[in-house]
């Protein structure tokens, strides 16, 4: 090669280079420099917004300003919101950019963002595993909170003692939207048909289980479960469809496992199943069963996440389904849904003997570190939480969702807007505690193990043994393990 | 005279001279791009890959080579090779089968064969994502058209996508749908390109059409061949939309290749250390084998 065009291809190299990690953008400042540095930032800003919104009465202060908002793809519960953005644009001036991501990319994009330090999303949403790991990339809200909500103790006791999902290190990094809980829906013209009745109770020797004074079934023990399951499981109708795949087919294992009252690692950040190694055997042979030795849930499960299952329930393919199902709680009251397969009711998992619930995970906003509008964010997430606006999501989504905010959820609940069993099983579900720096990837583990459990590639020992490996590997990575 | 010549001489070397630096210059845009877009990030992910960089955990340390003997210890890591060698080889194999078939009945230049091109190359233009959407929703076991139409043969349907026996050969079904249309247009064009007169010559003598086939146009279309089959291994070895979206690597991981599962472990658990060691050591193979495809190639050039 010539030495001339060897010199030109090394400086276009390092040129190259040069504005690659330019634009990439190296750290050149500690975390906890730039913590402060965004705190105080926020802080003058404040003062200075404060007094600008006084002296400019009616003016529009972020007028021209243009924020970027992530919002999960598809997500029925905030539908109305963006429907209705057009009115808080409108007032305030601030041109909002919705930028849809789905859920399996929802947590990774917005942390590569918070480490590349660009500020490219605005305002981030995010759900409770994921809070841990993304905490550090938003502002802390307590100042914003205690200024516009009548102050923190006020914010606080209006909500659900729940929301301290949103907290770390004594401040509150996520504004609640929602919180949610995987319920079942069942289809009651089956279980109020008066010839299933009688079928049941001679083959099972008890009554099909009714709902309670508020409408809700609440199963004492799966095995009523399943035997329902396998009463409804004929012709190409199944009785128990569970979606499979990824997060939504772990979230199944993740309700069982709260409900018998035991976690992946105790308050301490210790291993924990294998002092609950029953119950995880159990646990997971009541699932593999489910495909492989009843077939009451078909096959294909094991690759559907919640629309495709839904899909089954809504087609009359399934007696009964469990999921995170207020987001299709509306679709399943709409005349079309019910023309074909009749009323939805809805049902909670069986607690296995503790009284406890499964877990409530909460979605939430949060500012970025790295906005250049801080304060224009945070009048979005202040319009976006409102009641006005949380009421239009009850009214008009597709979905429904437990409000963050105790006097809202009631309402929501007088009004059935809320699925009976999300406001019945709010009260036993509890924090999936203890939030710690590697829970998403610990949670994450099961994702890919519960698939081949259900698919029948591995037993439920060896799922137990998987886990327990994993989870020891990576507690003493990160050196948690004592 | 002869200072003449050499001041002309002198004008030319001048002359030439400005010419390559002219050349050469022009050339920095490109590689300025080029090592941006391409060498850069393959350098940083090279650096990366000694470091204990993981987002979960907040850290980013230096460990020599620790990622790598990680890497020769992670069975599943291996499958998904193995899994992905699998891949390159049905799904190149049977491209390039069907390809010629169909560039050989097109060639034929029956009637409507410029209709049949067109119906042809259709899967090609669908973009991957939505192909991939589509397939997923046929392969579905309750409402799918694969499950339906067997089961009017009185075949039993199955979970295509949830079993870990089906679900990768799932894919690689949609992946050679989609990509048999470039093999057939590439392996076209090299037939269109085989000149006549060793063929009508060939006829004359009483050549039938598979020994046309076999003696004249498979020699002379060799060299395409080779470009053709080195393009697609290549391109096949980086699959990832359409088993990401169909499967993800699942059921469990069942069905993972190289790929997806350095995207799993870089992007969904945040390892960007033992992701980035993962992918240097593809980029490896990947060159192991375009190396023996242009080694092939050269020697075909050679004789």
């Known amino acids: 090669m010539k030495k001339v065009t060897l010199w030109l291809l090394v400086l276009a190299i390092t040129i190259g280079m040069i504005a690659t990690l330019s634009f990439t953008g190296c750290k050149g400042e500690s975390t906890a420099e730039t913590t402060a540095a965004a705190e105080t930032t926020v802080a003058a800003e404040t003062t200075a917004a404060a007094a600008e919104t006084t002296a400019a009465a009616g003016e529009k202060p972020f007028a021209g300003t243009t924020i970027n908002v992530v919002n999960l793809e598809g997500w029925a519960v905030t539908k109305p919101l963006w429907d209705h953005i057009g009115e808080f644009e409108e007032a305030t001036g601030i041109k909002v950019v919705v930028n849809e991501i789905p859920f399996a990319e929802i947590k990774t994009k917005q942390v590569l963002e918070g480490e590349s330090q660009t500020g ?4 981030w949403q995010t759900y409770d595993t994921a809070m841990p790991l993304m905490y550090k990339y938003v502002l802390p809200l307590d100042d914003l909170i205690a200024r516009d909500y009548n102050g923190l103790d006020t914010w606080i006791s209006e909500r659900y003692s729940t929301i301290s999902e949103c907290s770390f290190e004594n401040k509150w990094f996520f504004n609640p939207i929602m919180g949610g809980i995987q319920i079942g829906f069942y289809r009651k013209a ?9 079928a049941f109770k001679a083959k099972y020797g008890y009554d099909i289980p009714t709902p309670n004074e508020n409408g809700v079934i609440v199963f004492e023990t799966t095995d009523q479960i399943l035997d329902l399951a396998k009463f409804f499981t004929k012709d190409d109708m199944y009785g128990l469809t569970i979606p499979g795949k990824g997060n939504h087919g772990a979230c199944i294992w993740y309700l069982q496992m709260f409900d018998a009252g035991f976690n992946y690692v105790d308050q301490e950040v210790q291993p924990l199943w294998p002092a609950n190694k029953d119950k995880v055997l159990e646990i997971a042979k009541w699932d593999q069963d489910l495909i492989q030795t009843y077939k009451v849930c078909p096959e294909g499960a094991v690759s559907w996440e919640m629309p495709e299952m839904i899909e089954q329930y809504f087609a009359g393919k399934s007696a009964m389904v469990v999921s995170w199902l207020h987001d299709f709680w509306k679709d399943s009251q709409s005349e079309e849904i019910k023309a074909n397969i009749g009323e939805t009711g809805t049902f909670l998992f069986p607690s296995r003997g503790t009284s406890q619930g499964g877990y409530i995970g909460y979605w939430g906003w949060g500012i970025s570190k790295d906005s250049k509008n801080s304060e224009a964010a945070w009048e979005f997430v202040k319009w976006a939480n409102s009641d006005e606006v949380q009421t239009y999501m009850l009214q008009e989504g597709g979905g429904s969702f437990q409000p963050a905010k105790i006097s809202l959820a009631e309402w929501g ?14 009260k036993t579900c509890v924090l999936p505690y203890p939030f710690y720096d ?6 994450k583990l099961t994702e890919p193990l519960h698939e081949e459990l259900l698919s029948g590639a591995i037993t439920p020992q060896q799922f137990y043994d998987s886990h327990v490996e ?3 590997a990576i507690l003493k990575e990160s050196g948690h393990l004592k | 005279m002869k200072d003449n010549n050499k001041h002309k001489q002198k004008k030319l070397y001048s002359l030439k001279q400005k010419t390559r630096i002219a050349a050469n210059l022009s050339l920095i845009p490109s590689l300025i791009i080029l090592a941006a877009t391409f060498l850069a990030p393959i350098i940083y992910a090279f650096f990366i890959s000694f470091r204990d960089y993981n987002l979960s955990r907040g850290v980013n340390d230096f460990i020599g080579f620790g990622n790598y003997v990680k890497l020769f210890s992670d069975t599943s890591f291996f499958q998904a090779v193995g899994r992905n060698l699998i891949y390159v080889v049905i799904t190149v194999g049977v491209n390039f089968i069907l390809g010629f078939i169909m560039a050989f009945v097109v060639n034929i230049k029956l009637k409507g064969s410029n209709v049949l091109s067109t119906i042809l190359i259709f899967p090609m233009i669908l973009m991957p994502a939505a192909a991939a959407v589509l397939w ?8 799918g058209v694969i499950n339906h139409i067997l089961n009017l043969f009185g075949i039993a349907g199955r979970s295509w996508l949830a079993s870990g026996s089906t679900a990768l050969y799932a894919v690689i079904l949609t992946d050679i749908w989609a990509w048999t249309p470039w093999m057939f247009l590439v392996l076209l064009a090299g037939m269109k390109s085989v000149p006549n007169d060793p063929i009508e010559a060939a006829r004359i003598d009483g050549a039938s059409s598979i020994s046309l086939l076999r003696y004249i146009t498979l020699p002379l279309m060799k060299p395409i061949i080779l470009i053709a089959l080195t393009l697609k291994t290549i391109d096949t070895f980086k699959a990832f939309d359409y088993l990401w979206i169909m499967t993800r690597g699942g059921p469990g991981e069942t069905s993972h290749i190289i790929s997806s599962y350095v995207y799993w472990k870089a992007f969904s658990v945040l390892n960007f250390g033992y992701g980035s060691a993962m992918a240097i050591f593809a980029l490896f193979i990947l060159l192991i084998i375009s190396m023996g495809y242009v080694f092939i190639i050269k020697r075909q050039e050679a004789k």
């Open chain 1, 120 to 123: 490219a999303y605005d305002v």
């Open chain 1, 190 to 198: 089956l279980f109020e048909d008066p010839a299933n009745m009688e």
């Open chain 1, 413 to 426: 609940a007088e009004n059935g807007l809320i699925p009976p069993a999300t406001v019945e099983g709010g």
């Open chain 1, 438 to 443: 590697v829970m998403d990837q610990i949670w």
């Open chain 1, 470 to 472: 994993q989870i020891d």
């Open chain 2, 136 to 143: 997923r929703f046929m392969y579905n076991e309750t409402f």
